[in-house]
């Protein structure tokens, strides 16, 4: 498992892609678009790590429960199957593997309520 990106919950996703490229000197490694809205991810150039500029809006029917006011992590993995049943072998309970965004992927909480997702 991999951090693919966290994702951050922005009010204004222009203002904050301005800053992150335009005065911190990221760039934008990829765009998706989900329905109305326009999902940029950020990171510096040489790494693999980015952000992810979700807008808060977009989340409004927020599936998981979750903590928009803290960034969420976004694993990677071969075979999400596999992960997910290892975590849940391990006592951790897990979503079912579904489709969000347009990613297959599952989710799971930490001992605090912080939900993280796993995607291929």
Known sequence: MKVA???????????????WVDQVGMVE?????????VIPQVGFADQDFAFQLVPLEMMKDNPNGLDLATPSICFQVDDLGAMRARLVDH???ATEVAEYQGMQNFAFPDPEGRWFAVTR
């Open 5 to 19: 990106f966290v994702v951050l919950y922005v009010n204004d996703v222009q203002a904050c892609r301005a800053f």
């Open 91 to 93: 006592g951790v309970p």
């Open 29 to 37: 490694k990829k765009r998706s678009e989900a329905g109305i809205y």
